[in-house]
């Protein structure tokens, strides 16, 4: 024992001499001690890896600690997104309905006369040799067959051809046995929008009897005439696209784009009665 | 017996419930080249094959009722057609073709044709049409329904699994 704090007492007493005066040299020369420079020269990757180990592992266990918490925090963040989107949804519906009511008012002014209902769209036939649907208003709201069917816009849609209590059969202008007097906005001349079988897939009608002497115009407006007291006058059928001649090469006949979008119809108004005007006027 | 009649009828009704559903809500608003697919005729053949001729005939009834309310057009055309072919797809399955996919698809191809024919007959007897107009809209509604010739198949065998499992029983 004797031997041992000898031999290693002097060498630990010379070591600790030999820092101390590396330290004390250090010092007197106003910098850092050498031993230091060489011990964190020699430590810094060692310090570098080991603080990124520890940072991990912070992270770790940070993340393990408040994953439930995040999880929770996950789910009602989760739940409140579904809640808005739905509420967003819903606000875009209502908007969208009010911008219909909106212009059905415009519509409801300029035309004091039109008893109208509301209906909306339940299904489409489906067949592929008519083009029909059914509403959600029947004779129990006033619908008779043969009642106008237009938009919020004034566009023409159809007519009603079936009336059950609480639902209604509408013939859109596209089935082939729809047939409606018409007059171009501007060319001024008459003619008759009918619904072709082979045009009612490319979504078109057909205009045909044509006045004599008058010229189609292309885009130019087309609207009921009002005469026949099914269709009041002034509503707005489509548009010549087309201007074509018939197999024999002698008629003329246009093919027009209905104003109405049919493949996104989802509210319509039916106009159960209507002031006939007065042709003597 | 009365328990896999019972399955069975209620396993056709969910049938014909998904069948109506798919044509009215998707199909009739997704119009391909114009066209809406006669998924109905297919059902009551397929009744008519693997449920004999009662079977046949019992959906191909309701069937037609379905299919003539969702088309709108054709008042008890469907209702009488779809009874006739199921009924006689019951006859030719007991006894003159095998119950399988070929005779299926071979009865699934004329009652189509034929109803889609009478279809085009009638519309043109109300509208005159061009016959390759008519021609043309009847060749697009037949190949529009021919993917659903598989799914009907399909359907209307597990629908009838039940009672084909018990008569085959009583017969051994």
């Known amino acids: 024992m004797a031997k041992f704090f000898k031999t290693a007492g002097i060498v630990v007493l010379i070591l600790l001499v030999l820092v101390l005066l590396l330290t004390g040299i250090g010092r007197l020369l106003g910098g850092a001690s050498p031993l230091s420079q060489f011990l964190q020269a020699a430590l810094s990757p060692v310090d570098k890896l080991l603080g990124s180990g520890v940072a991990k592992l912070e992270d770790i266990y940070g993340y393990m600690h408040d994953y439930d918490q995040l999880k929770e925090e996950n789910a009602a963040l989760k739940a409140r997104i579904a809640e808005m989107a739905n509420e967003v949804r819903r606000s875009q519906d209502a908007n969208e309905e009010n911008e219909r009511l909106r212009t059905l008012l415009n519509l409801q002014r300029a035309h004091m006369d039109y008893a109208m209902v509301d209906a909306n769209l339940i299904s489409w036939s489906t067949s592929s040799w008519s083009s029909a649907f059914n509403i959600d208003r029947g004779s129990r709201d006033g619908i008779e067959a043969g009642d106008c069917v237009i938009t919020e816009c004034g566009y023409l849609v159809g007519i009603v051809t079936e009336c059950g209590r609480y639902s209604s059969t509408v013939r859109t202008l596209l089935d082939p046995r729809s047939a409606v007097a018409a007059r171009m906005e501007t060319a001024g001349i008459t003619a008759v929008a009918a619904g072709d ?27 009921t005439t009002g005469s026949g007291g099914v269709y009041p006058s002034g509503l707005v059928i489509g548009t010549v696209a087309d201007l074509r001649l018939d197999q024999g090469g002698f008629t003329e006949y246009g093919i027009m784009d209905p104003a109405v979008e049919l493949a996104s119809l989802r509210q319509v108004f039916v106009i159960r009665g209507y002031e006939e005007e007065n042709d003597a006027d | 017996m009365r328990t896999e009649i019972l399955r069975s009828a209620l396993r056709t009704a969910l049938i014909l419930l998904v069948f109506y559903l798919l044509q009215v809500i998707l199909l009739a608003r997704f119009r391909i080249w114009g066209v809406v697919p006669l998924c109905f005729p297919l059902l009551a053949v397929a009744a008519g094959l693997f449920g004999g001729g009662i079977w046949g005939g019992c959906i191909g ?26 009924f006689f797809s019951g006859f030719l399955g007991e006894f003159i073709m095998a119950r399988g996919f070929p005779s299926f698809l071979l009865l699934g191809l004329i009652g189509l044709i034929l109803c889609t024919g009478i279809q085009a007959v009638l519309f043109s007897m109300l509208i005159p049409t061009p016959w390759r107009v008519l021609l043309l809209a009847a060749l697009k509604q037949l190949l529009i329904t021919l993917p659903f010739f598989i799914p009907a198949y399909l359907s209307v065998r597990w629908a009838l699994r039940p009672i084909r499992a018990a008569r085959r029983k009583t017969t051994f």
């Not at chain 1, 009612?200 to 087309?222: E, H």
């Open chain 2, 61 to 86: 009834l309701f069937a037609g009722i379905i299919c003539d309310s969702s088309l709108g057009d054709s008042v008890l055309l469907f209702t009488v057609l779809l009874t006739v072919m199921g």
């Open chain 1, 197 to 223: 079988f082979a045009l009612m897939s490319q979504g078109r009608l057909k205009l045909t009897y044509l006045q004599d002497a008058g010229v189609l115009i292309i885009g130019d407006t087309v609207l």
